[in-house]
Every structure is written in C-alpha cells, then in structure tokens.
C-alpha cells in the first residue's frame, strides 16, 4: 500500500467533517499540509506498534493457557521482555490525533467559507451581468469610432460604470464616452447619407445640363438676321448714347439671368453682346409758334448669349460637395432673343430731340438748309442749324439726313408708320402757314424771350457782340456775331 494511500484511509478513519481528502490541498497551505501527514504517519506508526504488541501478547497468552512443554515455558520470559520493549517503543499518538482533528476542522471551515464566497461571487457575477446587460457596452462601435487610447479608456471604464449602474448612478465618463462613439457613427452616417444624395443630385444636375444643352446653337451666329422686319428699318443706323446703352444691358442681364431655370442657376454663368436696332418714331409739338416734331427710337435689342458650365458648392448637411468637377468653366453653346422696346421697359425707348418741321421738310426733300434755316456748323458726322423763331441750334446726324431724303417725304413718313395720320395732317396744315409767312428776304420772327429775340434788343441799345451784356447770354461769340448780322439785315430791310 502506497503512502498516499494509506495517509487517506488513516485520514478517513479520523475525519468526521465528511470533508473530501482531495480537497485538502486546496483549502490548507503546503506547511499544513505537511502536518497533517506527519501527524497521519504517527497514527499510523501506533497502529502498527499495538499490532505487533497485539500479536505478542496473543503469544504469550497463548504459552500460558496451553499445557506447554518446559521449552515452550522457558520462552516466556523473552516474550516478555519484548513486551515491554514494544509497550516503551509505542509512538505518541495524542498530539497527532488532535492535530489531524484541528487541521480537518481547519479545512471545514475554509471550505465553507470558500463556499459562502463563491456563492457570493456567483450572485454577484449574475447581478453584474444583469448590469453590464443594461449599460449594453457598444463593443463593435467603440473599436470603429474610437482611437486606440479611447478605446482602451473605454474598456477601463466598463466596469465602474457596472458598480455605478448596480448601485443606482450613472457613470458619466462612461456615458460621455459612449455619446462620442453614437455622435461620431452618426456623423459618418450623415456623411453616407450626404454623399449618396450629391451623387444622386450630381446625376440629376446632368440630365438637366444635358436638356438646357440641346437648346442651344454649337456655333456663333449672325446677330441682325435676328431682328424682325419693320417698314421703319431702310439699312441705316442710328447711335444710341452710351447711358442708354448700360439701361438696356442691364434690363437684357437681368433677364437672362431670370429665363435660367432656377436648378441650373448655381452652375451656369453667361457673356452676351448686343446689337441694337433703333427705329424713329415722332409726335407734333407746337412751341413758340414753332412746329415741330419730337423724335424718339423705340430701341430693340438681339442678345447673343455664351452660356458656360461652371463648378459649384452644393451643401449636403454639414459637407460641401463640388459639382460638377471640372478644371475650368466649359461652353455649353450659344443662344439668341430679341428684345423689342416692350420687353426692355424704360430703357426701351430713348428720346432724341425736338426738331421743327421747316428743317424736317427740306431734309425729305433733299435740301441740306431748307428756307428759314441756316448752317451753322458742317463736320463730317453732322450738320448744324439755327431756325427762324427757335431758341436753339439743332445738329442732325448726317445718317439722319439721309434716312430722311430715302423716305421723301410726309406721305412716306406716315407710311413707314414713323409719324400718324393725325400727326400728318396736322403737319401739313402747319406747313401750309409757315410757308405763306416765310420769303427769301423775310424778316426773322423772333419768338419773345428767345436769346436772339434779347440778343436783338441789346443790338438795338447800341450794343455789339462782343460787349457783356450780349456775353451774359451764354451765347457763343460765333453765334452773337450770326445774331448781329441777322440784326444789321433786318435793319437795312426796314
């Protein structure tokens, strides 16, 4: 029998805790481990030691009960002797029973203890994984969203916020955690989403460009085969001052900019240049006695239009996104209106300046400086007149002079739709007076208050041209000279 086996089967001679022998090493320490077998080892020693004594005592017994010989009888003795040797060499076996009873007990109450305990560390286990359970640590989302010394923080906070949720707190640091993981996932789902909805956008912004496209010419075209035809347009060209231009060209802008559809408006920009078209149009005025026509030009305008495809910031949630990606702006094509005077409101008529008849009559007739008018002034763009009981010089544009001679005359005038029927018959009722009134020789009427009409008076105080009170006329001296000559005529008639 081996050691081991013969310590357990002694042990469980003593043992009264019911106390498995296997679980000795684990409830007592390696020194009273050792105890106990040696305390074992007398236990069993003195076992042994009363069998032998046991057994020789049987012996001598036995010699004394039996009618033994006298050699039998003479060993007595010696049996006796070794007797008493083995009764002196029993091993003390007190201690060693009261340690192996203390040492039992010992584990009895370890083992309990070590069984209460468990107990408690399992119901503690359930009650924190209820726990962990319920503040459900993101795992998943914290290795994605966090950075490594985040993540490792977050892990170090999981079971503080697991004491805290079992005792009824909130771990905060936990919780600020856990909010950066779930604002940075929605974050990048938002991201996810907003790119989906720029590419979606994308797509639909060239179907759109692409439709806008179609409408438009590749190449440029000839801006006058625009215009429409009006019996007022005979080849000539009238200018239209420079202020005048700039009212048109922004009304034109500001039109184009508003027929862009709204969707495209972002990423198209746009050039245009105009080509102006004005046709006369005139109404009677009588002033000083003086018929006159006051002529203006409904203006029209044809625009051609360079529309370009530019790149644009278009904002999905909290991204910007440029659309569509390209290195510079890209021609799409070319487009073509006409703006009459209507569509440019204001800016669509542009009044010219008053003329009287007596000038516009001769000029239809052919005749640079009609009777009761004088040239004043000859350039090669214009002409410039004085005019019999008018206060001012006229200067027409030599591309007028001539509009006027292609059209020939009244008739033509109202034919062309420049004057009406009713101004025309007033006209020519107007003519029909001034020209009884008017001879080669006739003396000059001078409207009342005129400059020439005071130029006049002056002359006749004794005054000449170049004198201060004539100056203070705001005449010029070319023209107070005229004046004076025209007075010396009319004196010498008199």
Aim: proline residues 4%; glycine residues 6%.
């Amino acid at each position: 029998m081996g050691e081991e086996e013969r310590a357990q089967r002694e042990m469980e001679n003593v043992n009264e805790t019911g106390i498995n022998p296997d679980e000795m090493k684990q409830y007592l320490t390696s020194d009273e481990m050792k105890e106990l077998t040696e305390a074992l080892d007398s236990i069993e020693n003195y076992k042994l030691a009363m069998k032998k004594l046991e057994k020789e005592t049987g012996r001598i017994q036995k010699l004394l009960d039996s009618s033994s010989s006298w050699e039998q009888l003479k060993q007595i003795g010696p049996r006796l002797d070794r007797q008493q040797s083995l009764v002196y060499d029993l091993p003390p076996v007190e201690g060693a029973r009261e340690s192996v009873m203390r040492l039992l007990g010992l584990a009895e109450v370890r083992k309990k203890k070590a069984e209460a305990e468990a107990k408690i560390r399992k119901n503690e286990a359930e009650l924190r994984e209820i726990a962990l359970k319920g503040i459900a640590p993101p795992y998943e989302d914290a290795k994605r969203y966090l950075s490594e010394e985040e993540y490792q923080e977050f892990q170090r906070s999981i079971p503080k916020a697991v004491d805290d949720y079992i005792k009824g707190y909130k771990c905060y640091y936990y919780e600020y955690l856990c909010d950066k993981i779930a604002e940075r996932k929605r974050e990048e789902l938002e991201k996810l989403q907003a790119h989906s909805d720029a590419q979606q956008y994308l797509n639909q912004l060239k179907n759109n460009v692409a439709s806008f496209k179609v409408s438009l010419f590749s190449k440029s075209k000839n801006l006058n085969s625009y215009f429409g035809k009006d019996p007022r347009y005979l080849g000539y060209n009238f200018w239209l001052p420079q202020d005048e231009k700039k009212g048109c060209e922004r009304v034109v802008g500001g039109q184009i900019k508003a027929s862009i559809p709204e969707n495209l408006r972002p990423f198209l920009s746009f050039k245009y240049r105009l080509a102006y078209r004005l046709l006369p149009h005139a109404e009677y005025s009588l002033i000083d006695d003086v018929p006159s026509l006051d002529f203006g030009f409904p203006v029209f305008v044809v625009t051609e239009i360079e529309y370009w495809l530019k790149s644009a910031q278009v904002s999905f949630g909290n991204w910007n996104f440029t659309m569509p990606t390209l290195e510079k702006p890209e021609l799409l094509g070319y487009a073509y209106k006409l703006f009459t005077s209507d569509d440019l409101n204001a800016a669509g008529y542009y009044f010219w300046q008053r003329i009287p008849c007596i000038l516009i009559q001769g000029l239809l007739q052919g005749n640079i400086e009609p009777q009761g008018t004088r040239i004043t002034k000859v350039s090669e763009n214009s002409t410039s007149y004085e005019i019999n009981g008018f206060d001012k010089e006229i200067s027409i544009p030599n591309v007028f002079s001539k509009y006027l001679k292609a059209i020939g005359s009244w008739q033509g005038l109202m034919e062309k739709g420049i004057i009406s029927s009713k101004v025309g018959e007033v006209i020519a009722k107007a003519m029909e007076r001034s020209t009884k009134e008017l001879s080669a020789l006739e003396i000059p009427k001078l409207s009342k208050g005129t400059k020439k009409a005071r130029a006049f008076q002056l002359f006749n105080e004794g005054k000449r041209p170049g004198d201060l009170e004539v100056k203070s006329l705001g005449i010029k001296p070319e023209t107070a000279y005229r004046y004076y000559q025209d007075w010396k005529k009319v004196q010498g008639s008199s």
